[in-house]
Protein backbone atom coordinates (compact mmCIF):
# COMPACT_ATOMS: atom_id res chain seq x y z
CA UNK A 1 0.00 0.00 0.00
CA UNK A 2 1.72 3.31 -1.37
CA UNK A 3 1.50 6.15 1.09
CA UNK A 4 -0.34 8.70 -0.32
CA UNK A 5 0.68 12.65 0.49
CA UNK A 6 -2.44 14.74 0.69
CA UNK A 7 -2.10 18.32 -1.24
CA UNK A 8 -1.53 20.46 1.77
CA UNK A 9 1.37 18.65 3.02
CA UNK A 10 2.69 18.32 -0.72
CA UNK A 11 2.66 21.93 -0.79
CA UNK A 12 4.26 22.27 2.23
CA UNK A 13 7.36 20.69 1.17
CA UNK A 14 7.35 22.34 -2.14
CA UNK A 15 7.49 25.62 -0.02
CA UNK A 16 9.81 24.34 2.00
CA UNK A 17 11.62 23.26 -0.74
CA UNK A 18 11.79 26.68 -2.21
CA UNK A 19 12.48 27.93 0.82
CA UNK A 20 15.68 26.33 0.89
CA UNK A 21 16.93 27.50 -2.58
CA UNK A 22 16.26 30.48 -1.46
CA UNK A 23 17.79 30.34 0.99
CA UNK A 24 20.79 29.01 -0.10
CA UNK A 25 20.78 31.36 -3.55
CA UNK A 26 20.83 34.08 -0.90
CA UNK A 27 23.77 32.52 0.89
CA UNK A 28 25.70 32.38 -2.56
CA UNK A 29 24.82 35.83 -3.51
CA UNK A 30 26.61 37.31 -0.47
CA UNK A 31 29.64 34.73 -0.50
CA UNK A 32 29.82 36.02 -4.08
CA UNK A 33 29.34 39.43 -3.23
CA UNK A 34 31.95 39.03 -0.62
CA UNK A 35 34.66 37.51 -2.63
CA UNK A 36 34.32 40.21 -4.90
CA UNK A 37 35.03 42.60 -2.40
CA UNK A 38 37.83 41.07 -0.96
CA UNK A 39 39.79 40.67 -4.38
CA UNK A 40 38.80 44.61 -5.11
CA UNK A 41 40.40 45.37 -1.71
CA UNK A 42 43.25 43.09 -2.28
CA UNK A 43 43.67 44.96 -6.26
CA UNK A 44 43.40 48.20 -4.66
CA UNK A 45 46.09 47.60 -1.86
CA UNK A 46 48.49 46.26 -4.18
CA UNK A 47 47.92 49.19 -6.50
CA UNK A 48 48.41 51.37 -3.78
CA UNK A 49 51.52 49.94 -2.04
CA UNK A 50 53.31 50.19 -5.66
CA UNK A 51 52.11 53.70 -6.31
CA UNK A 52 53.70 54.57 -2.59
CA UNK A 53 56.75 52.55 -2.96
CA UNK A 54 57.40 54.76 -6.61
CA UNK A 55 56.51 58.01 -4.71
CA UNK A 56 58.80 57.50 -1.70
CA UNK A 57 61.48 56.57 -3.47
CA UNK A 58 61.47 59.85 -5.99
CA UNK A 59 60.70 62.16 -3.06
CA UNK A 60 63.62 60.38 -1.33
CA UNK A 61 66.19 60.53 -4.11
CA UNK A 62 64.88 64.70 -5.02
CA UNK A 63 65.11 65.09 -1.21
CA UNK A 64 68.79 63.86 -0.97
CA UNK A 65 69.94 66.14 -3.98
CA UNK A 66 68.41 69.63 -2.38
CA UNK A 67 69.66 68.82 0.73
CA UNK A 68 73.21 68.27 -0.90
CA UNK A 69 72.26 71.27 -3.31
CA UNK A 70 71.87 73.70 -0.24
CA UNK A 71 74.60 72.14 2.03
CA UNK A 72 76.95 72.34 -0.87
CA UNK A 73 75.25 76.49 -1.52
CA UNK A 74 76.22 77.62 2.09
CA UNK A 75 79.40 75.16 2.73
CA UNK A 76 81.88 78.14 3.44
CA UNK A 77 79.67 80.06 5.52
CA UNK A 78 76.82 78.06 7.97
CA UNK A 79 77.03 74.37 6.78
CA UNK A 80 76.42 73.05 10.14
CA UNK A 81 73.39 74.84 10.87
CA UNK A 82 71.73 74.08 7.39
CA UNK A 83 72.76 70.32 8.37
CA UNK A 84 71.08 70.63 11.85
CA UNK A 85 68.10 72.29 10.28
CA UNK A 86 67.21 69.65 7.61
CA UNK A 87 68.05 67.01 10.50
CA UNK A 88 65.23 68.41 12.49
CA UNK A 89 62.69 68.80 9.51
CA UNK A 90 63.41 65.52 8.02
CA UNK A 91 62.53 63.76 11.61
CA UNK A 92 59.53 65.89 12.29
CA UNK A 93 58.60 65.13 8.70
CA UNK A 94 59.19 61.21 9.21
CA UNK A 95 57.22 61.37 13.05
CA UNK A 96 54.47 63.40 11.45
CA UNK A 97 53.75 60.96 9.09
CA UNK A 98 54.07 58.38 11.30
CA UNK A 99 51.80 59.64 13.60
CA UNK A 100 49.44 59.95 10.19
CA UNK A 101 49.66 56.77 9.35
CA UNK A 102 49.49 54.96 13.12
CA UNK A 103 45.73 57.10 12.77
CA UNK A 104 45.17 55.79 9.17
CA UNK A 105 45.24 52.72 10.50
CA UNK A 106 42.90 52.86 13.09
CA UNK A 107 40.44 54.73 11.74
CA UNK A 108 40.20 52.77 8.16
CA UNK A 109 36.64 51.83 6.90
CA UNK A 110 35.32 48.25 8.04
CA UNK A 111 36.18 45.87 5.37
CA UNK A 112 32.97 43.97 4.21
CA UNK A 113 31.22 46.85 4.77
CA UNK A 114 28.23 46.53 1.76
CA UNK A 115 28.06 42.61 1.93
CA UNK A 116 27.35 42.84 6.35
CA UNK A 117 24.76 45.72 5.15
CA UNK A 118 23.22 42.90 2.57
CA UNK A 119 23.59 40.38 5.31
CA UNK A 120 22.13 42.50 7.89
CA UNK A 121 19.13 43.40 5.39
CA UNK A 122 18.17 39.77 4.70
CA UNK A 123 18.46 39.13 8.15
CA UNK A 124 15.94 41.56 9.05
CA UNK A 125 13.08 40.94 6.32
CA UNK A 126 13.54 36.89 6.90
CA UNK A 127 12.70 38.11 10.45
CA UNK A 128 9.66 40.08 9.53
CA UNK A 129 8.36 37.47 8.00
CA UNK A 130 7.88 35.13 10.89
Known amino acids: MAAE ?22 VYTRLELLSTDLEEE ?3 LA ?3 MLMLIALFCIG ?23 AGFTGLFLV ?21 ASLAELRQDSTQLNSHK
Not at 61 to 83: K, N, Q
Open 47 to 49: ILL
Open 61 to 83: VGLILAVLLIVVAFWDTHRLLVL
Open 42 to 44: RER
Open 5 to 26: HSPSSKGLLDSLKTLTGTLIAI
Open 93 to 113: GGLSASWVALHKLRTKPRLFA
